[in-house]
């Protein structure tokens, strides 16, 4: 079909109640808005007879032997012959027959067109209070604020897209997650976004739905954190790595005092762990940004990340840090030496040994993250030099 301008998406397991509906209203879209399109639908190991009634109804269909609900889109937008794709759940709970603004905004050039149901209307039994009141806007505000989105539904089913660049995301995810997986790329990638009302109706089947609540709603914010490391590891790192050493300074001259508590090295030596383990979360923001640049991102961004994260200045200051941690270490077992390697004040000794340590470590952390950044650069870009340029 190469005059084939759109392709209506629809995957499929066991709908055999709301199947041949979703395809009469496709249908119905297509005739009367006069477009080229087809009905294409990706069954996912239907039991209950859907295949033969999609094939009567006039859609295309198409098997997918592995189970879930974004592999059997993956499979779907790959063998789509539309230039444009509209992809929606096959459990009438969306409204086919009123596709328009979806395809008018893609002929304006947007790459990715999101229906947002709180603005078009959820008809009474449609979504459960949690999802409509609890996770729903709160992963939605999470997707907002992470990745700066301006998309106020986040999991919204009906969405229309264009299937040259959405294949440039390389999409992976097999399961609910598919969908989060598609906005949080599209994104980063800076792809042109705008949403449409949509309405959502309460679904036809009497089976209960294939999503589960919580354990679908945890698989979405598992990858709303992982592909946001600023927010899972380098903000909190940041913030516990200066906490730890702006005690540590406070301490250095002496105990301080607030009201009835008292701080001294006891608080200082939390404060070490406090900045290692922030160190350590920051450090590994680093490394998960770089690797997601690799593997995310379709254009050439962020480099300026890896010329400042580069093996030579992370060995510059580890070295530097465990310099500071040595000398401050030597100075103290010099000073055990003159005493005897007898009984020495713990206030006063440990005042000097838990910066040089917190210096040690951190150096020893540096010096490693600098080297398996430099060997994630070479695993993921071969064609880089091994000597420095």
Partial sequence: MENCELTILMPCLNEAETLARCIHKAQQFLVTARIEGEILIADNGSTDGSQAIANTAGARVITVPLRGYGAALKHGIRAAHGRYIIMGDADDSYNFSALFPFLKKLREGYDLVMGNRFKGGIKQGAMPFLNRYV???????????????????????????????????????????????????????????????????????????????????????????????????????????????????????????????????????????????????????VCAKYFLIHQVYTESRYQRLVKIFSLERGLLVGLSCMTIGIAGSGYVFWFWLNHSFGPLAPQQVMRLLIPSFTFLIAGLQLIFASFFLSLLSLRLDPQRKLTPS
């Avoid at 997986?181 to 309405?199: C, D, G, Q, S, Y």
């Avoid at 036809?204 to 954190?225: E, K, N, T």
């Fill in 135 to 285: 996770g729903n806007p709160i992963l939605s505000f999470i997707g907002r604020l992470f990745f700066n989105s301006q998309i106020g539904d986040f999991h919204c089913g009906l969405r229309g897209f264009s299937r040259a660049r959405l294949l440039q995301l390389n999409l992976q995810g097999n399961g609910m997650e598919f969908a989060s997986e598609m906005v949080i790329k599209a994104e980063l990638n800076r792809f042109k976004i705008t949403e449409v009302p949509t309405e959502l109706f309460p679904d036809g089947r009497s089976r209960p739905p294939h999503l589960r609540r919580f354990r679908d709603g945890w698989r979405h914010l598992r990858l709303l954190l992982l592909f946001s490391p600023r927010w899972l590891f380098f903000y909190p790192g940041l913030v516990l790595m200066w906490v730890g050493i702006v005690a540590m300074v406070v301490l250095q001259t002496g105990p301080l005092t607030i009201g009835r508590v008292s701080l001294d090295i006891h608080t200082m030596l939390f404060s070490s762990l406090f900045t290692i383990i922030g160190l350590q979360a920051v450090c590994f923001a």
